[in-house]
């Protein structure tokens, strides 16, 4: 059996504002293997950076808050650990490429010396030693050397983003959280960046977590793919096995949406309706009001999660306590 | 560009250029482009950002002024029309925007956003016969009676599209420029948006320029599509065709490296490098020569001319015609 990474149990986050609560991620369970890689899906909102702040310790301070479950990372639980501690683990173990790329680089300081200053944090105590593995870091990205010594606003946007690859991969992390690498890049750019990502993690032997709403964009790189829909994995599996036969009625209607390159459709089929309120807990299923297969039992039983093989579904289809008009639908 | 050459066009642009002075020098946004489009029908246009796609089509609706070239709007051409004929002719021609908050002003109802227009051209006469008009395009664009007091910021990026539409549809256009209207959506809101621009084009007949640069959208949405690099054409196809070859070493490598759920992208696939270029002075030539791995000596140092090279489909490239892609 392969060896875990990460393990997280039961996660459940809040961010608390003056008159409410955003129930952002309720009870997530998700396990890494070493060397493995997730691809978390789903539309905005749906609780995938707030999942990924919690295990980086960098929830906003005064709101954010991880209310119940456990990360468990090499065994070591990150949500007792102090900030300190917490501190340590980022950017030696664990790194984070933002959502935002543009903002995440120094516009002062040359892009050599912010790959520099990340490899003398993490042990590289000599400073020429520091400068020759920073070029070595900028050519593994596919980015001269000789330019080293430029700034950001110098490079284009596929080139920052390959900066921030190589800063996030600089202190050789055993687990790499993208959240949406390349949603602000151009399809040719994107494509150069993913192939990278791949590459880097065949190499190095990281483990990823890769945040993406594109299906395609994660499709290319992971083996497993989370479905995540209003701060809940609605759905776990191989990507083949998810994408070609989905179990759950939103994973299916979010195929069903999308226009594909590689099947005609005359119609797009959106999902009905609209994201829940987050502030709302409501009983039983989260996504009976969209659901195109809901019976009455689903806005009374909140379903749990269903073992099928090496998969997981949040449905009570699975269960047995309604029938299963999907599976027929698709056979 | 179409083989129905007994078919006069809806809109015809030809050798649109438009020129923006820039500390560095003459910056070519959009370098001679030409391309017509059938009524009814969706042109696509795609390429990667930064490549004269939202100056073209504001450069046809001339709100910004194109430095040269002409666009023929239903047999008159709008380049040469003083502002008052022009604002008549405005009214068939309407764009709708990416961003539908930013393009809302935040201060204004839904109702009164989209009666704005049907005021302004005096399309109604008294107020009851306003509310009459809004409630029907409301209708049209499936917003809920409901919302007509609220502002933009209490809606969704989806209803905030619909009033854009609706706004758009006021003056019953006949031809809609659409700048990434479904780019900062959801997907499943995404797919509800298409499917109402669709339909809307089914009942009334419009003309769609959708400007994008979702690959799959646009492959979905167009009958005919144009590739943009570096302000110009540089291959115009109708959309099934593009998608099983392309003439264009630029338009292969684009659509090679959309990330299919499928399929992982073939490995051994060369995957284009470095960057586009400066649209700043670029020099004779072609402007792809440096990222095209066909490149050969004559792409360096002569532009390849814009042809037809079978029914239906031109393109900008010297080996075109030899290279299979
Ligand atoms: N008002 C302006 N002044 C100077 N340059 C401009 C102006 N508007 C656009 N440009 C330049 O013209 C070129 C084309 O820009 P345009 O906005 O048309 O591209 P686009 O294809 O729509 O890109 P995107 O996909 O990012 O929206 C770019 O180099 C841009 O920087
Ligand atoms: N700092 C914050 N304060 C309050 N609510 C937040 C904050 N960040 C995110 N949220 C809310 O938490 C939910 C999950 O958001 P997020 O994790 O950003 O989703 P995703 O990354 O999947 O788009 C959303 O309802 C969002 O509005
Ligand atoms: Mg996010
Ligand atoms: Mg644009």
Known sequence: MESLLLSINNLTTQYITDNNIIHAVNGISLELARGGSIGLVGESGAGKTTTAYSIMGLLPKLTGKIIKGSILFEGK??????????????????????????????????????????????????????????????????????????????????MKQRVIIAIALACNPELLIADEPTTALDVTIQAQVLKMIKELKNELDTSLILISHNLGVVAQVCENVAIMYAGRIVEFGALRDVF?????????????????????????????????????????????????????ECSVQAPIVSKISDRRVMCLMHEGVIPNTMGAANE | MNNHSDMIPILQVKNLKKYFTTPRGMLHAVDDVSFAIQEGK???????????????????????????????????????????????MREKMQIIFQDPYSSLDPRMSVASIIAEPLIIHKRVSGKKELLKQVQKLMEMVELEDRLSSSYPHELDGGRRQRIGIARALALEPQFIVCDEPVSSLDVSVQAQILNLMQDLQDRLGLTYMFVTHDMAVVKHISDEIAVMYLG?????????????????????????????????????????????????????????????????????????????????????CWRAEELSL
């Open chain 1, 77 to 158: 639980d990150l949500t007792l650990l102090s900030e300190e501690e917490m501190r340590d683990i980022r950017g030696s173990k664990i790194s984070m490429i933002f959502q935002d790329p543009m903002t995440s680089l120094n516009p002062i300081i040359t892009v050599g010396d912010q790959i520099a200053e990340v490899l003398e944090i993490h042990g590289t105590s000599n400073k020429n030693e520091a400068q020759k593995k920073a070029g070595d870091m900028l050519e593994m990205v596919g980015i001269p050397r000789g330019r080293m010594n430029e700034y950001p606003h110098q490079f284009s946007g596929g």
């Open chain 1, 244 to 296: 070609s036969k989905p179990l759950h009625p939103y994973t299916e209607g979010l195929l069903n949406s999308i226009p594909r390159i590689e099947v005609e459709k005359e119609r797009l089929i959106p999902i009905r309706g609209m994201m829940p309120d987050p502030s709302i807990v409501p009983s039983g299923c989260i996504f009976k009001p969209r659901c195109p297969y809901a019976k009455e």
């Open chain 2, 42 to 88: 969706t042109l696509g246009v795609v390429g990667e950002s930064g490549c004269g796609k939202t100056t073209t089509g504001r450069a046809i609706l001339r709100l910004i002024e194109p430095t040269s070239g002409s666009v023929v709007f239903n047999g008159i051409d709008i380049t040469s029309l003083e502002k008052n004929k022009l604002r008549i």
């Open chain 2, 232 to 316: 110009q054409i540089i291959e115009l196809s109708p959309a099934k065709d593009l998608f099983a070859h392309q003439y264009h070493p630029y338009s292969h490598a684009l659509i090679s490296a959309i990330p299919k759920i499928e399929s992982k992208t073939d490995e051994t696939m060369t995957i284009l490098k470095g960057e586009i270029g400066s649209p700043i002075e670029p020099k004779p030539g072609c402007r792809f020569a440096l990222r095209c791995e066909y490149c050969i000596e004559k792409c360096l140092t002569d532009t390849p001319v814009f042809k037809t090279i079978e029914s239906g489909r031109a393109v900008a």
